[in-house]
């Protein structure tokens, strides 16, 4: 069963594989079709294909260094994005160094290299929820223990129970040895209940558990060395905050010390990506400033027909190191939406304007926020930047909350891409979660997918 099992899931990663070289040539066929439009010939397409081919090959080994075909997170799509977008990266770097600094030939094509991969990213990012759709009862899951019983375990146990999709099969939980272990919803889902950590050592002697997650402190150097003993049959081990990283693409906060800052935090491994960031930034919100200016004086003119007042404010936001500056907005709210202080926004809040619900819905009342990112104030991607007023109780109440102005706040971010608007505290504290992931990831894939993700937010008017 296990020969059976280890040949059809070589057969997917090879069906995997074969897709994908049939797609990045359709994607050379598109780009020299939308290039060339009529003047395009089959002939033209070979010739291209030919050089192109040496190009696939390095990029298909580039694909399964990165985790393109392990069978085991393929239902993970930010993994997929993440993956994708860097080996394209990668590749792209490796494409110009084929063509460019080694001339042999007569083609430089500098416009279908990247029309290529965008055609590519394209078809891919279609094509693989099908093929998951399709074969997702036969993919390989995770086995996957817990040892130690507190709120955050259990809450993992129930999240895996319920979300199949992870990749994940929550086989058995355990206690520390010490505890009175109690987990009858578990145990409902034909979860195995120990009490004993050791009682978990028939299962993995018969290779019914690959993966083992350790709670936060409650764990012993003699468990440890227990366990340190199976090394030799490839389980994975995990401490929970990093699985739960791994799993949910966010950190829990409560479950962190300040070690775990000191290890996982180092700003200065990050000074070339900023300075990059910082040139796309000056760059590209310059260009986008101009090209939305029209926009802007539309909806600017909108805002006064219907409500009196200024159609642009600002307001005083905390940024980077804790810095303040003024954010512009264009107006959403009734003037003076503030007479009896300052409040967290809500949803379907009263003081909205008709215009100012489609601004926000479309996130348009953004854009004069690249005036900020000119000024070097905020990014394109970021925690986004809060009121000094709202954040002095959250530093109390949120764990690590002034981590997040560790690097400079963003017009769009991890946070707000992947949970609605916040209006509290608990809120605040989720958000962060996913802020401080995108503090410890940050990359130009990650920011690429993020971008994406929001353009897709305002395509649907699915904006706060």
């Given at each position: ?9 070589l057969?997917y990663?090879?069906i ?10 359709a ?14 010939t089959?002939i033209?397409?070979?010739?291209h ?7 696939y ?10 985790n393109?075909?392990?069978l ?18 990668i590749g792209?770097?490796?494409a ?7 001339p ?5 094509p ?41 709120n955050?375990t ?20 355990s206690?520390?040895g010490k505890?009175?272990i109690?987990?009858?919803?578990l ?16 299962l ?6 690959d993966t ?14 227990n ?19 791994e ?17 996982n ?28 200016l ?36 264009l ?30 819905r ?6 004069p ?7 070097g104030e905020m ?7 809060e ?7 959250l ?10 102005h ?6 769009t971010?991890?946070a707000?891409?992947n ?18 992931y ?15 993700r929001t353009?897709?937010?305002?395509l ?5």
């Amino acid at each position: 069963m296990k020969d059976t099992s280890m040949y059809r899931n070589l057969s997917y990663q090879i069906i995997l594989m074969l897709a994908d070289a049939v797609l990045l040539y359709a994607s050379l066929w598109l780009a020299l079709f939308l290039r060339y439009g009529e003047n395009f010939t089959s002939i033209m397409f070979l010739e291209h294909a030919r050089i192109f081919t040496a190009i696939y090959i390095l990029w298909i080994v580039i694909f399964y260094a990165n985790n393109l075909y392990n069978l085991f997170k393929i239902k993970q799509s930010l993994n997929f994005y993440l993956d994708l977008f860097r080996s394209l990266f990668i590749g792209g770097i490796i494409a110009v160094i084929i063509f460019y600094l080694l001339p042999y030939h007569d083609l430089t094509p500098k416009r279908l290299l990247v029309m290529n991969g965008v055609l590519f990213s394209i078809l891919a990012i279609i094509w693989r929820p099908f093929f998951i759709k399709l074969v997702s009862d036969q993919l390989p899951v995770n086995k996957l223990a817990i040892i130690g019983i507190n709120n955050r375990t259990l809450e993992l146990g129930r999240q895996l129970l319920d979300k199949s999709h992870l990749g994940y099969q929550l086989v058995a939980i355990s206690g520390d040895g010490k505890q009175n272990i109690s987990a009858p919803a578990l145990a409902k889902n034909d979860v195995k209940v120990f009490s004993q950590p050791n009682e978990l050592i028939n299962l993995i002697k018969t290779r019914e558990i690959d993966t083992i997650v350790f709670a936060n402190g409650l764990i012993g150097n003699q468990l440890m060395h227990n366990f340190f003993k199976y090394l030799h049959m490839s389980i994975k081990f995990y401490n929970l905050p990093e699985f739960y990283e791994e799993l949910n693409y966010k950190i829990p906060v409560t479950e962190l010390n300040h070690a775990w800052f000191l290890n996982n935090i180092n700003e200065s491994d990050k000074k070339v990506f900023d300075s990059i960031k910082r040139f796309v930034d000056a760059v590209f919100s310059l260009v986008l400033f101009i090209i939305l200016l029209p926009i802007v004086a539309i909806c600017a003119l909108l805002i006064i027909i219907e409500t009196p007042g200024d159609c642009i404010y600002t307001q005083t936001r905390v940024g980077k190191n804790n810095h303040k500056f003024k954010v512009y907005k264009l107006r959403t709210m009734v003037q003076n939406a503030e007479a009896n202080g300052p409040q967290w926004s809500q949803k379907n809040d009263p003081r909205v304007t008709k215009v100012g619900s489609f601004l926000r819905r479309s996130r348009i009342d953004e854009i004069p926020q690249l005036i900020n990112i000119m000024r070097g104030e905020m990014s394109f991607v970021g925690p986004r930047p809060e009121r000094p007023e709202l954040i002095e109780p959250l530093i109390n109440e949120v764990p690590f909350y002034q981590t997040r102005h560790l690097i400079k706040p963003g017009l769009t971010g991890w946070a707000q891409v992947n949970f609605p608007y916040g209006s509290s505290i608990k809120d605040a504290l989720e958000k962060l979660q996913y802020d401080l992931y995108y503090i410890k990831h940050r990359s130009m894939s990650l920011d690429l997918t993020i971008m994406l993700r929001t353009i897709i937010i305002i395509l649907k008017l699915k904006g706060r």
